[in-house]
């Protein structure tokens, strides 16, 4: 079957824009995280959907960030007026329930904000 | 709060050589640990995982150990190739649903 896929795989936007980026999670998976990789670095948590619940924003780094899921399923992560700092993969990964599971990641979104 | 501590790379070894690279976690309860590889230009994906203490997990020649009595999931192989250059992480998953993950090491093999 098919894996996490995300679109666009590289995207590169003027400061100030925003940005749309997508996930599809492997179906059948009720949990969906995203995470944020910046050169060199390890990964960033910035927020967990599972099933219907509300999902956990916790790792947002500002209001600019959003993401929501619809039908349980697509994902998408908003980025409004982008920032130069807002440059990195966009990684986004689901599980079959979230606890204790293993992660299936998408190949990520390459972000670059000039 | 949990957290996982790995090795600092680069770690840099001639094909054939073993290869060492050390975890350790705090986590409250009993986490079921992983280690992810992730190639150039690419996601992350499961290497390999184990559930509960001594269990040991396994995948193309790799191995690692849940230590409950050290804390730790050292991963090892015998013999590295050059397509084994990449970058580890070392993750776990307790009660939190949100897993955590170490900054990765990365593995440069030369021929």
């Known amino acids: 079957g098919a894996g996490v896929s995300q679109s666009p795989s590289n995207k590169v936007t003027e400061k100030g824009k925003d940005v749309e980026l997508r996930c599809d999670p492997i179906s059948g998976h009720t949990a969906l995280y995203w995470y944020r990789q910046s050169l060199g670095q390890g990964l960033e948590f910035l927020i967990y959907f599972q099933g219907n619940s509300a999902p956990d924003k916790s790792g947002l780094p500002s209001d600019r960030f959003s993401a929501e899921r619809t039908g349980g399923s697509v994902s998408t992560l908003t980025i409004q007026r982008t920032q130069q700092e807002d440059s990195a993969v966009y990684l986004c990964a689901s599980s079959l329930n979230g606890n204790q599971e293993t992660q299936y990641f998408g190949p990520g979104t390459r972000l670059l904000v000039l | 709060g949990d957290s996982v501590t790995q090795m600092e790379g680069p770690v840099t070894l001639s094909e054939e050589a073993f290869l060492t690279i050390n975890c350790t976690y705090t986590a409250t309860g009993y986490p079921s640990l992983f280690w992810y590889v992730q190639y150039p230009g690419e996601g992350l994906q499961l290497l390999l995982k184990?559930?509960?203490?001594?269990d040991k997990g396994s995948n193309k020649g790799f191995e690692a150990t849940y230590r409950k009595e050290t804390t730790s999931f050292h991963l090892e192989k015998g013999s590295v190739q050059v397509s084994d250059s990449a970058v580890y992480f070392c993750a776990l998953s307790g009660g939190s649903y949100i897993p955590t993950f170490g900054r990765g090491t990365s593995l440069i093999v030369h021929p």
């Open positions: 184990a559930t509960k203490a001594d």
